[in-house]
Nanobody, 116 residues
Framework: QVQLVESGGGLVQAGGSLRLSCAAS????????MGWYRQAPGKQRELVAR???????EYADSVKGRFTISRDNAKNTVYLQMNNLKPEDTAVYYC??????????WGQGTQVTVSS
């Protein structure tokens, strides 16, 4: 089992920045991917960004150039630096980890609200 604790959401004006953090605990030795998904009201949950244990990253087209995902393997923590936030980034952001051979865990979600 893996437990995830998220922090860093909040309310920010358009153009502002926020940094999300997600710390994993428990059976963390086989964590492969760590990442972030988001879900806006009335929409499906979508991948925002993810990073592999080797450091390979993947981003949604809508956040490329504005968001940066990073990872501290020693702390089992993943970060999402969000710059130049837009109102359309408003959503609940969920931390997600993939533990080999294929178990997926989700955080409780943190609200990000961007005002125009």
């Amino acid at each position: 089992q893996v437990q995830l604790v998220e922090s860093g959401g909040g309310l920010v004006q358009a153009g502002g920045s926020l940094r999300l953090s997600c710390a994993a605990s428990g059976s963390t030795f086989s964590i492969h991917y760590m990442g972030w998904y988001r879900q806006a009201p009335g929409k499906q949950r979508e991948l925002v960004a993810r990073i592999s244990s080797g450091g390979a990253t993947e981003y949604a087209d809508s956040v490329k150039g504005r968001f940066t995902i990073s990872r501290d393997n020693a702390k089992n923590t993943v970060y999402l630096q969000m710059n130049n936030l837009k109102p359309e980034d408003t959503a609940v952001y969920y931390c997600n980890v993939l533990v080999l051979p294929g178990n997926v865990y989700w955080g409780q979600g943190t609200q990000v609200t961007v005002s125009s």
